[in-house]
């Protein structure tokens, strides 16, 4: 498929394109500039894919949770070129993608996202879960200490995110493994586009929403 997939739910943003299994990708560290960057990276992007608008089948956002600002932001960007070009939307969710991404092997994957100050969502995966595609939606809320607590008490769990400042420390000594989530970017999405755009039908990809998991609350920390 010839699909075009967006990634900005939080610490960074990218944009690729795939051209018949060709893939092109740009990326820019601050996705709070997602408003300003967005549209240019997409055309960026299509031209250095050499690959037409026309041409694409679908595209692919990641869709949450994350950043409420950054989410709302990435969702209409996609809605908009989906719709202005009649082509199918295709939702992947953030934190089991993250996991799935994961370059090595892992018994069990918690994948690690920030929500508003002090906050963070996280989600425990299986690797049998992740490559079976049959992925659950448990995804907590808590602290620090929540996230730290629930790794100590997987033996030889991975513990995936971008820029856990808080958190890295604290999980010295609980046997937990960090990886810092830089190979996750909007190239991850495809296989899982794919796979998801085969189960769906028309009237599910017409009503995707962000999976924003909160209400957003001015001047509450992190967007």
Not at 33 to 47: C, G, S, W, Y
Request: glycine share 8%; net charge negative.
């Amino acid at each position: 498929m010839n699909i075009l997939a967006i990634e900005c739910t939080h610490a960074h943003l990218s944009v690729a394109v795939m051209n018949a299994g060709v893939v092109t990708e740009v990326q820019r560290p601050d996705w709070k500039k997602a408003a300003e960057t967005l549209v240019p990276l997409i055309e960026q992007v299509m031209t250095e894919s050499g690959l037409k608008r026309q041409d694409l089948q679908a595209i692919a956002v990641s869709s949450g949770p994350g950043s409420f600002t950054s989410l709302r932001i990435g969702m209409s960007v996609a809605k908009g070129v989906a719709y202005g070009l009649g082509l199918p939307l295709i939702p992947v969710p953030t934190m089991p993608a993250m996991a799935a991404s994961l370059p090595e092997t892992a018994g069990k994957v918690m994948a690690v996202v920030p929500s508003r100050k002090g906050e963070y969502y996280y989600a425990i995966h299986t690797q049998e879960n992740l490559a079976s595609g049959l992925w659950h939606d448990e995804i907590e809320r808590g602290s620090a200490a929540d996230v730290v607590d629930l790794a100590s008490k997987s033996a030889g769990i991975v513990v995936v995110g971008r820029g856990l400042d808080e958190i890295i420390p604290l999980l010295a000594g609980s046997g937990a493994v960090y990886r810092e989530a830089d190979f996750f970017t909007a190239r991850s999405l495809f296989p899982h586009a794919q796979r998801l755009f085969a189960d769906a039908d028309a009237a599910e990809l017409q009503g995707v929403t962000p999976d924003y998991r909160q209400m957003f609350t001015p001047n509450a920390g992190k967007g």
